[in-house]
């Protein structure tokens, strides 16, 4: 297939924006982002919207997978108030990622204080009530995402430390201690992705491996441009890129994407990949709505491929 000059690899939605503020039953300072999962017979957005305040909360949406949302008027998580997390969420929660572990769904997400940046893990067997596991990161650390099922007998987690803007992986025996620490990518000098990138969702255990879509920053003179990529991970070792995208998947060009409390950015938490290969991206535009990307796992498989020999 012949690919059109000027189109992305993900296409967008002809509804976008799916959510923007003026569909919340509440007011707020903006939306950034959504993780999404699929539960019982709907489809969940947990969205990190921040309020008037500024403090980060998320807030779920329910649907069937595209088209019209409906956001909960009360938040699903907000900043401890009291104990031992509170001192480390004192600015709020944020960014959720979800997975599907074990029968049990895990979220990790942003504790934002005074002291830095940590993620946090928490579980839900319902979406109705949460419970927080524990904070498993030195601080300004940021973009968890935990493996759909063990590697080696061991949990993973994706994660991407301050320094150096690069994506690592870390494993644990029981979800709180977690270590043997490895850099699995990291930002590429000249490319669409040359100055920190980080997990976009949790991986998606594919026939290749796990495909991982990312985001990342390119500094411009304007200011960060925030793109989508896309890598194929080792099954059994995903510390070893297999193949990697050389171009983005999704770039900011409608005005929704490029105007906004943080303009030139598409950034995602979550995705779905249903038994056809159709792929379905929810991303957060300028950090001011929430929005549908669509594609094909072979389009984005193939685009990896492309640039195998290179990277």
């Not at 993780?35 to 329910?62: H, K, N, P, W």
């Amino acid at each position: 297939m012949i690919r059109k000059a000027g189109r992305d690899i993900i296409h967008r939605y002809k509804g976008n924006p799916l959510i923007s503020i003026e569909d919340l039953p509440f007011m707020c300072s903006d939306i950034w982002n959504a993780a999404v999962v699929r539960f019982e017979d709907q489809c969940l957005l947990l969205m990190t919207v921040e309020t008037l305040e500024g403090l980060g909360s998320i807030y779920l949406a329910r649907g069937k997978d595209h088209g019209r949302f409906a956001v909960d008027p009360k938040p699903f998580m907000t900043a401890s108030e009291d104990g031992p997390f509170a001192p480390y969420e004192r600015f709020g929660v944020r960014d959720p990622r979800v997975t599907l572990l074990e029968g049990t769904y895990y979220i990790t997400y942003v504790a934002e204080s005074e002291h830095g940046r940590r993620i946090g893990l928490a579980h839900t067997d319902d979406f109705r009530s949460v419970q927080r596991i524990g904070l498993i990161s030195q601080t300004d650390n940021t973009n968890g995402a935990l493996f759909p099922r063990k590697i080696k007998g061991r949990y993973a987690m994706l994660e991407r430390p301050a320094e150096g803007g690069s994506i690592w992986i870390r494993y644990s025996d029981d979800l709180t201690y977690w270590g043997s620490s490895k850099v699995v990518m990291s930002p590429r000098g000249g490319f669409w992705d040359s100055t920190r990138i980080g997990a976009a969702g949790p991986p998606i255990e594919i026939g290749q491996g796990w495909l991982l879509i990312y985001y990342g920053e390119k500094g411009t003179s304007a200011g960060p441009l925030v793109r989508l990529g896309a890598a194929i991970l080792n099954r059994d070792d995903p510390a070893r890129l297999i193949a990697r995208s050389n171009i983005p998947i999704l770039s900011p060009r409608e005005n929704y994407e490029r105007i906004g409390d943080v303009g030139n950015m598409v950034f995602s938490c979550g995705a779905l990949l249903d038994p056809q290969g159709d792929m379905r991206i929810y991303y957060g535009a300028s950090n001011s709505c929430i929005c549908l990307g669509t594609g094909t796992l072979d389009d984005i498989t193939r685009i990896c491929r492309e640039s195998e020999e290179e990277f």
